[in-house]
């Protein structure tokens, strides 16, 4: 049999699929491997390049092959799908990896070491509980209106709501609802109190980190985007400018050109949408203030004179996107330009 020089791995939970090609682009081999047969498969290669996709359990394979001196190349399943010819099956998906994993033009994504994987587990579960917090908070507020009990937005007018269905001598709330309500205000405090202590944890790590307090100086960026930064982008060397960042967040318009004429749409919500929330969150309470300080003159408040706020606060988040990949790959701190 000819020797493989490429592997497309499609991963699962219990079967994996190879496929392996030689130089020429032969397959060579088309085997079906069980979990725990995959270390011992692979231990028997020489060094090989192994294509996989970038879904869940990559990183982790891709540490465990490139420990047993593969070159392991990982990518985002959007680009592998042109590549499936036909119906998907697992065959067909090792062999669409296979095949993408040689293209030139192909783009890879880094493999994260254990401790940026445990960084953006600690994030995701956050984004999890506020996600319940809102759906909780979201479910008092409509059971307490029914009775005619109504606060005003935002998360802290929670608290009017939470002692009306704490006072008993409230009378607008009859008791079997009062008993049942108390069910989701146990919950909200819980949720509150568990969001509170991630982001202690957050906020003492990014002051004993030095690249976290550098994009702490960011204006907008605060430490659960300085520590979603480093969690989620483990080398932003890879981008050629910081627009090529924003465009990966997917904060730059989408095109839709032919025939020399330029037509841009609306952002294209590509890549991670987690960090791209967090920088449209950060650009929101900027110009906030900006809109409260009237007398600043700054390249925001310029630009909410003539443009929507939403637009201006995306627009501004691709900026602050922007500087915080300069930060990444240049180093230094953030400097307040000089007003006009």
Request: hydrophobic share 45%; proline share 5%.
């Amino acid at each position: 049999m000819k020797q493989a020089i490429t592997i497309g791995l499609d991963l699962a939970k219990n079967v994996f699929q190879v496929h392996a090609i030689d130089g020429s682009g032969e397959v060579v081999l088309r085997r079906k491997l069980r979990r725990a047969e995959v270390d011992s498969f692979f231990r028997s290669q020489p060094p090989l390049t192994v294509g996989i996709e970038a879904c869940g359990g990559a990183h982790h394979w891709a540490r465990v092959l490139e420990n047993l001196g593969h070159r392991v190349r990982l990518m985002p399943p959007a680009y592998v799908k042109p590549y499936v010819k036909r119906g998907k099956t697992d065959a067909a998906d090792a062999e669409a990896i296979c095949e993408a994993v040689t293209r030139p033009t192909m783009r890879f994504v880094p493999a994260k070491t254990e401790a940026q994987q445990a960084a953006g587990v600690e994030l995701k579960v956050r984004q999890t509980l506020v996600r319940q917090m809102t759906r909780t908070v979201n479910a008092l507020r409509g059971h307490l209106a029914e009775f005619g009990i109504v606060a005003a937005k935002g998360i802290w007018k929670v608290v009017d709501l939470i002692g009306v269905v704490r006072d008993p001598d409230d009378r607008r709330l009859p008791p079997a609802a009062r008993e049942a309500l108390l069910e989701l205000v146990g919950q909200v405090e819980a949720l509150r109190q568990r969001i509170d202590r991630l982001d202690s944890a957050m906020v003492r790590r990014t002051r004993t980190d030095e690249t976290a307090r550098r994009l702490a100086t960011i204006p907008g960026v605060g430490a659960i985007t300085a520590s979603a930064l480093q969690a989620l982008v483990p080398d932003p060397k890879g981008f050629g400018s910081g627009r090529h960042f924003a465009a990966w967040l997917g904060l730059t318009p989408r095109p839709h050109s032919s025939g020399g004429k330029e037509r841009l749409g609306r952002i294209s919500r590509q890549g991670n949408a987690l960090l791209r929330s967090l920088f449209v969150l950060g650009a929101t309470a900027r110009l906030r203030y900006a809109k409260k300080t009237p007398e600043a003159t700054d390249w925001s408040t310029r630009l909410l004179a003539r443009r929507p706020f939403k637009v201006a606060a995306v627009a501004l988040a691709n900026k602050m996107a922007r500087v915080a990949w300069a930060l990444l790959v240049k180093g230094g701190t953030y400097t307040m330009p000089a007003a006009a």
